[in-house]
């Protein structure tokens, strides 16, 4: 989006060609990346064993667009003294480190594969990217971009891309590709901390504040960097640049097509959510935070390829309680609730779990004992029989024909038997609490 403003807003055809070029040039290497088509850029080390620890590699594309390039700094090299390649290949290995030192993760794959990285790229590329086999870097147009190998963040962005891919591999279209890009930005500026030994409070969380050129630094502009993890949409408000229109709540999420449908803009509602967690925890940005977002994200089988920006909060609050404890992963609910994002599958189902058995033992005893009481009352007329023993006992006493006659007698004895049935009744009433107890129980 920064460079289409420039290739609309540039009065210098100079500057107008040059966004056009790298315009032109990134969409057809995003085809490349979404196909997974990238060619191997050291086909000859695939035969070779691997060796154990940092292996990296820097060439110089010369200005043209060959990739990998003519290799110029390998493993164990000296510096050269083109700035570029000596900062691509230190950052690549201050990148390892972090990992490595941290994560426990060798490399991008976890398996110490090799770093490729290529400098150079183009004439006045203003861009760095990974491809999905190396990285590869642009010396920026002068004025208003400067070579890109300048910001460790971006270096350390542009690698986090490949450890996704080993990962999680998150598509990169909407929100998972928001998350992506969050992933990336995150741990560029977590590499950039730790380089530096930056708490939290103190760090700028900025992206790329070393890449804007003169051209960018000047009244009445503002240019502090690409992206701002602090304050999402804040990062820039230049005449050149445009503004910086990254939201930091979901009721201001992109929803439109361009940048495969906001993958660097959308990232700005994630980045927050990170920002204050870590600022939560205090202290060192990575030892809490970090692991959290990197175990979330880079754990088999706990990210999705899909995963949403909800998907993102459930995991992230587990992995919280799990490597911590609840008032962590309370800390990460809140910041995740605070830009509008309700976690899936966190506390839908704690509410439903302890509500059904509730409402189950409420309803069934009411239905239960009208049903059972009617036919408890009928056995009263039954035991009748002292009815039927007193015309047995009249035979021996009287003619039967005058039994008719002393019949009446035990009608008005009748109440009589009345209060055995009070014991009846509450003998039934006994087993109707007894089933209610027992179901409660």
Do not use: C
């Not at 900062?87 to 991008?108: C, I, N, P, Q, W």
């Not at 990062?235 to 361009?258: E, I, K």
């Amino acid at each position: 989006m920064m460079l289409e403003n420039i290739a609309a807003r540039a009065k210098r055809p100079s500057l107008k060609r040059w966004a056009e070029d790298t315009l032109a040039v990134t969409r057809s290497l995003r085809e490349t990346r979404l196909a997974a088509s990238a060619p191997d850029p050291e086909p000859e080390q695939a035969a070779r064993k691997r060796a154990g620890g940092r292996q990296r590699a820097v060439y110089s594309a010369r200005q043209g667009q060959s990739l990998p390039g003519t290799l110029i700094r390998p493993e164990g090299a000296p510096p050269t003294g083109d700035a570029a390649v000596d900062e691509a290949f230190e950052g690549a290995g201050t990148t390892y480190d972090f990992f490595k030192s941290v994560f426990g993760h060798a490399g991008l794959d976890g398996a110490d594969m090799r770093m490729v990285s290529t400098v150079h790229y183009g004439r006045g590329y203003d861009n760095a990217f990974w491809n999905g086999r190396q990285m590869v870097y642009g010396d920026g147009d002068g004025e208003v971009f400067l070579r890109f190998t300048r910001s460790l963040d971006v270096i350390a962005h542009e690698l986090a891309h490949g450890v996704l891919e080993f990962t999680a591999n998150l598509v990169y279209w909407e929100q998972p590709g928001a998350l992506n890009e969050h992933f990336a930005d995150v741990m560029g500026s977590l590499v950039k901390q730790w380089h530096a030994k930056t708490k939290a409070a103190d760090a700028d969380w900025l992206i790329g504040a070393e890449l804007l050129g003169p051209e960018v630094k000047q009244a009445p502009g503002i240019a502090l960097g690409l992206r701002s993890l602090k304050a999402p949409g804040t990062a820039y408000d230049d005449p050149l640049l445009g503004r910086d229109t990254q939201p930091a709540h979901m009721r201001d999420l992109y929803r439109g097509v361009s940048d495969s449908g906001g993958v660097h803009i959308n990232s700005g509602i994630p980045n927050v959510v990170f920002h204050r967690v870590a600022t939560g925890f205090g202290g060192y940005a990575w030892e809490k935070a970090g692991r959290i977002w990197w175990r979330a994200f880079t754990e088999k089988g706990r990210m999705s390829q899909r995963a949403s920006f909800r998907e993102a909060a459930k995991e992230t609050i587990e992995v919280a309680g799990i490597l911590y404890d609840a008032k962590a992963a309370k800390l990460v609910a809140a910041a995740w609730d605070s830009v509008g994002v309700v976690p899936t599958a966190i506390r839908k189902p704690k509410v439903e779990a302890v509500e059904a058995p509730q409402k189950a033992p409420q309803k069934a005893p009411p239905k239960t004992p009208p049903r059972k009481v009617p036919p408890k009352k009928t056995p009263g007329p039954k035991k009748a029989p002292p009815k039927t023993t007193t015309p047995k006992k009249a035979p021996p006493k009287t003619a039967p024909k005058k039994a008719p006659l002393k019949k009446p007698a035990p009608k008005k004895t009748a109440p009589k038997p009345a209060p055995k049935r009070a014991p009846a009744r509450a003998a039934a009433a006994l087993p109707a609490r007894s089933v209610r107890a027992t179901r409660r129980g």
